[in-house]
T-cell receptor, first 110, second 116 residues
Framework: NAGVTQTPKFQVLKTGQSMTLQCAQD?????MSWYRQDPGMGLRLIHY???????DQGEVPNGYNVSRSTTEDFPLRLLSAAPSQTSVYFC?????????FGPGTRLTVT | AQSVTQLDSQVPVFEEAPVELRCNYS??????LFWYVQYPNQGLQLLLK??????LVESINGFEAEFNKSQTSFHLRKPSVHISDTAEYFC??????????????FGKGTKLSVIP
């Protein structure tokens, strides 16, 4: 049981480039979400999904897209990277009230 | 809507001293309460949780938290900290939002620095 996995661990992008952060879970959880963590800001919800085919926006969705074609996978796409998207990104999954986090992706946009 | 306030953004404390990290929440419905810990350059791990029953909950590494419904608080305490407790601690609240869904809200975190 791997839990929640994320790839890559680290990424450097140039402004304007696009990329996809991968997230997978093997716990058969319906609910998955993406957060970004910035100093002094805590965790901010970007997008979430309550099941395959269903996604919705969180607190800070601009500049990001998501899709949920399977229960296991929930990729996060940066369409045109900006320096303001430099952050640590966490994927999470849960059933009910208890949430499990992935190890994070540290993204730097130059 | 619910909210979580962690009253201190940074808490420095000497090794072997006691510590309390404060968390207050607001919610119009019953809640579940959590503390997560994030060690440097790692993801968040669940430290302890309150779901129901005894209002005092404990973790395996000596932390405890007490749910106080009248004061809407869930403060985290440890009687004697170690260097290895240096981390950021997040308080979180989960409340039922209908249709089988729970809304989870995090505080902004408290950085605990243990000084040798």
């Amino acid at each position: 049981n791997a839990g929640v996995t994320q790839t890559p661990k680290f990424q450097v992008l140039k402004t304007g480039q696009s990329m996809t952060l991968q997230c997978a879970q093997d716990m058969n959880h319906e609910y998955m979400s993406w957060y970004r963590q910035d100093p002094g800001m805590g965790l901010r919800l970007i997008h979430y999904s309550v099941g395959a085919g269903i996604t919705d926006q969180g607190e800070v969705p601009n500049g990001y897209n998501v899709s949920r074609s399977t229960t296991e996978d929930f990729p996060l796409r940066l369409l045109s990277a900006a320096p303001s998207q430099t952050s640590v990104y966490f994927c999470a999954s849960r059933r009910g009230y208890e949430q499990y986090f992935g190890p994070g992706t540290r993204l730097t946009v130059t | 809507a619910q909210s979580v306030t962690q009253l201190d953004s940074q808490v420095p404390v000497f090794e072997e001293a006691p510590v309390e990290l404060r968390c207050n929440y607001s919610s119009s419905v019953s809640v579940y309460l959590f503390w997560y810990v994030q060690y440097p350059n790692q993801g968040l791990q669940l430290l302890l949780k309150y779901l129901s029953g005894s209002t005092l909950v404990e973790s395996i590494n000596g932390f405890e938290a007490e749910f106080n419904k009248s004061q809407t608080s869930f403060h985290l305490r440890k009687p004697s900290v170690h260097i290895s407790d240096t981390a950021e601690y997040f308080c979180a609240v989960s409340a039922y939002s209908g249709a089988g869904s729970y809304q989870l809200t995090f505080g902004k975190g408290t950085k605990l620095s243990v000084i040798p």
